[in-house]
């Protein structure tokens, strides 16, 4: 997706903790062409950026990790109120693009 990966992660190597936070990193990483082609897809085609945000988001935001704040996140947007409801990690990222794609709508 974005060439700026590597440096980002360098200069940002805590997680995001929240789904909003995770949301204004991808705001801040993604280039304009990037944010208006999410932009313009309608929700239900957002599932094809699964192999590719969606897995650099898994990967660089941590949420494959041990007790992921942001897997936590995820999984209270999910079922708020849940207390031991466990989000798969293509599930938490589903849920980050979906807010990214919201958030882009305004």
Same mark, same amino acid.
């Given at each position: 997706? %974005?060439?700026n990966?590597?440096?980002f992660?360098?200069?940002n190597?805590?997680?995001?903790?929240?789904?909003a936070?995770?949301?204004d990193?991808?705001?801040?990483l993604l %280039?304009?062409?990037?944010?208006?082609a999410? %932009?313009?897809?309608?929700?239900?085609?957002?599932i094809d950026?699964h192999?590719?945000?969606g897995t650099?988001?898994?990967?660089a935001?941590?949420l494959?990790?041990?007790?992921?704040?942001?897997?936590?996140?995820?999984n209270?947007?999910?079922h708020?109120?849940?207390?031991?409801?466990?989000v798969h990690?293509?599930d938490a990222s589903?849920v980050i693009?979906?807010?990214l794609?919201k958030?882009?709508?305004?």
């Amino acid at each position: 997706m %974005s060439n700026n990966w590597p440096t980002f992660l360098q200069d940002n190597s805590r997680y995001p903790e929240t789904v909003a936070e995770a949301v204004d990193r991808l705001m801040e990483l993604l %280039s304009g062409e990037e944010k208006l082609a999410i %932009s313009v897809m309608p929700e239900e085609g957002l599932i094809d950026l699964h192999f590719n945000l969606g897995t650099t988001i898994r990967n660089a935001f941590g949420l494959h990790e041990q007790g992921s704040k942001l897997l936590d996140s995820c999984n209270q947007t999910l079922h708020p109120g849940a207390l031991y409801f466990s989000v798969h990690p293509d599930d938490a990222s589903e849920v980050i693009i979906g807010k990214l794609w919201k958030e882009l709508q305004i």
